[in-house]
T-cell receptor, first 113, second 111 residues
Framework: ETGVTQTPRHLVMGMTNKKSLKCEQH?????MYWYKQSAKKPLELMFV???????ENNSVPSRFSPECPNSSHLFLHLHTLQPEDSALYLC????????????FGQGTRLTVV | LAKTTQPISMDSYEGQEVNITCSHN???????ITWYQQFPSQGPRFIIQ???TKVTNEVASLFIPADRKSSTLSLPRVSLSDTAVYYC????????????FGRGTSLIVHP
């Protein structure tokens, strides 16, 4: 248990659906991250938030929309996804954006059908 | 960005010591070296971090030579549950660090 909780753990959605992934941390951290991990590929950084402000966006398609309403919660809104978006989506947090130790959640296994 | 190079995979047996070496030839003066462990379908977990010489905790040891161009993660007496992917990371140059992962080393421990 890392203190970072992701829900749901598994999600199957159609290409026309809209869904949201949720991440929650009560570690008092100020930085939160979304990563994508596809099969046999390294983790890809998607978004970084620092003090609820988005500071990094690694050219992620607009069908992925992040939201950080406060420093404890992070969402990833999904709409009109493609089958190739199927992956493990991981949330992480760290005390600040400059810290070297990040705490990861268990991830959401997303399947787009 | 200090690029890291690790072996893609390693095999070991229960009870053996495993050493995984990471090369980071262009590491910057203020960069730290961090190792993570990832089990299948789980998020990575921080294992250990160091700057120079040797660091040891309850999980592993990290050896860093004087030139800091490489580092070695040492896992003593591995068990089947140590089967995982191990990632070596180096702090990005420019100050503001964001954990950036490579392909890591897939360690398989056999009975």
């Amino acid at each position: 248990e890392t203190g970072v909780t992701q829900t749901p753990r598994h999600l199957v959605m159609g290409m026309t659906n809209k869904k949201s992934l949720k991440c929650e941390q009560h570690l008092g951290h100020n930085a939160m991250y979304w990563y994508k991990q596809s099969a046999k590929k390294p983790l890809e950084l998607m978004f970084v938030y620092s003090l609820e402000e988005r500071v990094e966006n690694n050219s992620v398609p607009s069908r992925f929309s992040p939201e950080c309403p406060n420093s404890s919660h992070l969402f990833l809104h999904l709409h009109t996804l493609q089958p190739e978006d199927s992956a493990l989506y991981l949330c992480a947090s760290s005390p600040s954006k400059g810290d070297t130790e990040a705490f990861f959640g268990q991830g959401t296994r997303l399947t787009v059908v | 960005l200090a690029k890291t190079t690790q072996p893609i995979s390693m095999d070991s047996y229960e009870g053996q010591e495993v050493n995984i070496t990471c090369s980071h030839n262009n590491i910057a003066t203020n960069d730290y070296i961090t190792w993570y462990q990832q089990f299948p379908s789980q998020g990575p977990r921080f294992i250990i971090q160091g700057y120079k010489t040797k660091v040891t905790n309850e999980v592993a040891s990290l050896f860093i030579p004087a030139d800091r161009k490489s580092s070695t993660l040492s896992l003593p007496r591995v068990s089947l549950s140590d089967t995982a992917v191990y990632y070596c990371l180096v702090r990005q140059s420019g100050g503001s660090y964001i954990p950036t992962f490579g392909r890591g080393t897939s360690l398989i421990v056999h009975p």
